[in-house]
C-alpha cells in the first residue's frame, strides 16, 4: 500500500510539473540565454555577443525614462488607492451600514472589465475633440477650446493612474474587509469599553493587526504595477507618447522584442525589468519587516 | 445628532465612490445610443436613437462576434485543464509522500514570483518552434501550469477531505484514480467551481498574451479586437462606444451570476495571503 502511494503522489503531480517547465520555467531561463545573443529577425544569423546587450541597456535613454514612468504611475495610485480602501474596510467591517454588499459589488466591478476596453473608454472620455469631459466642461463654460488631456505628459501619466486606481481600489478594499474582519471582535470591544475613540481603535489595534494583509497588498500591487503594459498600451497604441511619457518597462520590452523583432536585445530588456522588480521588492520587503520589529 | 452627521457623511462618502465607478459606464451605454453628431454637440445623458446604427457601423468595422467566440474557445478550455490538474497536483502535494515533494513543492512556489511578462521573449519562440504561433493553443495550454490554482486548491483539499475518507474509501477498493474522480473532485466541487470563475476572469481579460502571440485578426481575442477600436477615433464614435459597451456587458452578466463567487474568491485569497 505504500509503495502504490508514493507512485500515485508523483502521477498527479506530473502534468502540473511539465507544463510549469515548458510554460513557465524554460520561457524563463530561455530569455536569459537569448539575452546574451545578437539574435534579430531582420539579420538572420545570430551569435553570442556576452555582455553587449547588457551594456547597451546601461546606457539606453529609454530603460530609464520607462522605469521613472512606471514608478511615478505606480506611486501616483497606490496612495489613493491603499487609503480609501482601508477607509472602505473600517466602514465595511466595523460600522453598521445598509447597503454594504451593493458597495461591495459596486466597487469591484471596474475590476473585471478588461484592461483593454477600460483603456479605450477612457481613451474616448478623455478625448480632446469630442471626448465627453472637454464636451461638458465646454457646455459649463469652464473651458473655451478643447483640451489635449492624453497629449500632455503630467495628465496623461495622472489618467493612467487615476483609471489604474479605478481598476484596483475595490479590490484592494475587498482584501482590506476580510483582513479586519478576521481580527477578534472581543479587541474591539475591550478597547470601547477602556473608552478608546474610533481613531485609536483603528491605529492602536486595526491597523498593527492587518499588517500582513496591508504588506501582501503592497507587494502584490508593487509587483504588478512594475509590470503596467495594458492601458499605456492600448491608448498610446505602444508608441508611448506624449513625450515618451507613458513609455512603462514592459511596453518598451514588447516593442524591441516584437515591433523591432531584436530578441536578444528584448531579452535583455526584460532581465533588466525582472532585476529591477527584484531589487524594489526586496527592498519593500526589508521595509515592512524592519517597522514590524 | 453628532451620530447622525457622521452617518450621512459617511454614506456620501460610499455613494461619491459608487457613482464614480459607475459614471464611466453610464456614459459609455448613453453614447453608445448617439449618433457622431450628438457626440461632437454638447454632453448630454439623455439617450439617442443611434443605438442599431452604431451595432451595424460596429460590426462592419471589426467581426464582434468572431472575437467574442474566440475569447470562448480559448478561455473556456485553458480554465478546464486548469481546474482538472490543477486540482490533481494539489491532491499528490497534499495527501501523498513521496521523494523531493518538499523541493518541487517550494520550487513551484518560486514561480510565482516571477512575473510572466518577463519570459514572454522565450516562451513567443517556444511557441514558434512548436508552431502554435497564431493559435488559440498559445492561450489554452498554459492553463496547466495555473500556480495559484495548486496553491489555492491545496488549501482546499486541506479543509474539506479528511484522511480518514481517502482511507475508507481505499478499504471500499478505490483506486487512486478513482479516489481522485470520485472524492477529491466531489467533495471539492465548490473550491474548484470559485477557482475555475476566477481564473475564467482572468483568462478571459488578457491582453498581453495574446496580443503577443496572435496577430491574425480572425483569431483575435475581444480584449485584442476592442483595443484595436482605439485607431478609429473621431471617424465611428458611436461605434466604439457600442463595443466597449457590449464588451463590459459580456462580463456584467458573468458577473450577476457569479458574484457571489467572485467577491467569495478575493476575500478567500486573503484569508491566505
Known amino acids: 500500500m505504500t509503495r502504490k502511494k508514493v507512485n500515485f503522489g508523483i502521477l498527479f503531480v506530473t502534468p502540473f510539473l511539465l507544463g510549469l517547465l515548458v510554460f513557465r520555467l524554460l520561457p524563463f531561463l530561455y530569455t536569459f540565454v537569448i539575452s546574451f545573443t545578437n539574435w534579430n529577425l531582420m539579420m538572420g544569423e545570430k551569435s553570442f555577443t556576452g555582455l553587449d546587450n547588457y551594456k547597451r541597456l546601461l546606457s539606453d535613454k529609454n530603460f530609464y525614462i520607462a522605469l521613472r514612468n512606471t514608478v511615478k504611475i505606480w506611486a501616483m495610485n497606490i496612495v489613493p488607492r491603499l487609503g480609501i480602501a482601508l477607509l472602505c474596510a473600517v466602514l465595511f467591517a466595523q460600522c453598521r451600514l445598509r447597503g454594504k454588499s451593493f458597495f461591495k459589488m459596486v466597487f469591484y466591478f471596474p475590476n473585471l472589465v478588461n484592461s483593454a476596453t477600460v483603456a479605450v473608454l477612457a481613451a474616448m472620455i478623455m478625448g480632446w475633440q469630442s471626448g465627453v469631459v472637454n464636451r461638458f466642461l465646454m457646455q459649463i463654460g469652464i473651458l473655451e477650446e478643447p483640451v489635449y488631456w492624453l497629449g500632455q505628459a503630467s495628465s496623461a501619466q495622472g489618467i493612467v493612474a487615476f483609471v489604474t486606481w479605478w481598476m484596483w481600489f475595490g479590490y484592494s478594499a475587498i482584501m482590506f474587509t476580510t483582513g479586519i474582519l478576521n481580527v477578534p471582535a472581543s479587541y474591539i470591544e475591550a478597547a470601547i469599553v477602556d473608552g478608546a475613540n474610533a481613531w485609536q481603535r483603528f491605529w492602536r489595534i486595526t491597523f498593527p493587526l492587518i499588517r500582513p494583509t496591508i504588506a501582501y497588498v503592497f507587494l502584490t500591487t508593487l509587483i504588478g504595477g512594475l509590470q503596467n503594459f495594458e492601458i499605456p498600451r492600448v491608448i498610446t497604441d505602444g508608441l508611448g507618447a506624449p513625450d515618451k511619457s507613458l513609455l512603462t518597462m514592459v511596453m518598451q520590452m514588447h516593442t524591441i522584442a516584437f515591433k523591432s523583432m531584436q530578441y536578444g536585445y528584448g531579452s535583455a530588456f526584460a532581465m533588466g525589468i525582472f532585476v529591477v522588480t527584484a531589487v524594489f521588492a526586496a527592498f519593500s520587503y526589508r521595509m515592512i519587516n524592519k517597522k514590524e520589529e | ?273
Not at chain 2, 86 to 92: D, I, R, S, V, W
Not at chain 2, 186 to 209: E, H, P, Q, R
Request: hydrophobic letters at 50%; a positive charge; aromatic letters at 12%.
Open chain 2, 1 to 273: 445628532m453628532k451620530r447622525k452627521m457622521v452617518r450621512v457623511l459617511l454614506y456620501s462618502f460610499l455613494i461619491l465612490l459608487a457613482v464614480i465607478c459607475l459614471l464611466p459606464f453610464l456614459i459609455m451605454l448613453v453614447s453608445a445610443t448617439q449618433s457622431n453628431a450628438d457626440l461632437s454637440r454638447g454632453f448630454t445623458l439623455l439617450p439617442g436613437t443611434w443605438a442599431a446604427k452604431n451595432y451595424q457601423t460596429l460590426t462592419e468595422r471589426i467581426p464582434f462576434w468572431t472575437y467574442v467566440k474566440n475569447s470562448l474557445l480559448s478561455t473556456i478550455p485553458n480554465v478546464i485543464l486548469t481546474a482538472y490538474f490543477g486540482t490533481m497536483a494539489a491532491f499528490g502535494f497534499e495527501k501523498y509522500q513521496f521523494r523531493g515533494k518538499k523541493a518541487l513543492y517550494t520550487v513551484t512556489m518560486l514561480m510565482m514570483v516571477i512575473p510572466a511578462q518577463i519570459s514572454l521573449i522565450g516562451l513567443y519562440r517556444i511557441f514558434a518552434s512548436m508552431k502554435l504561433l497564431n493559435t488559440l493553443w498559445t492561450l489554452i495550454l498554459p492553463g496547466i501550469s495555473n500556480v495559484l490554482t495548486v496553491y489555492w486548491m491545496r488549501g482546499n483539499i486541506y479543509q474539506v477531505i479528511d484522511n480518514s475518507l481517502l482511507e475508507a474509501a481505499r478499504i471500499d477498493g478505490c483506486s487512486d484514480m478513482q479516489m481522485f474522480h470520485r472524492v477529491v473532485l466531489s467533495l471539492c466541487k465548490t473550491g474548484v467551481m470559485t477557482i475555475s470563475i476566477m481564473n475564467f476572469v482572468a483568462v478571459w481579460n488578457d491582453y498581453i498574451n495574446a496580443v503577443t502571440y496572435i496577430t491574425s485578426n480572425k483569431k483575435s481575442t475581444l480584449s485584442v479586437g476592442i483595443a484595436m477600436l482605439n485607431n478609429f477615433d473621431n471617424i465611428d464614435l458611436g461605434a466604439v462606444y457600442m463595443g466597449v459597451a457590449l464588451s463590459t456587458f459580456v462580463i456584467l452578466a458573468f458577473y450577476l451570476v457569479f458574484n457571489s463567487q467572485i467577491l467569495g474568491g478575493v476575500t478567500e485569497g486573503s484569508v491566505k495571503g
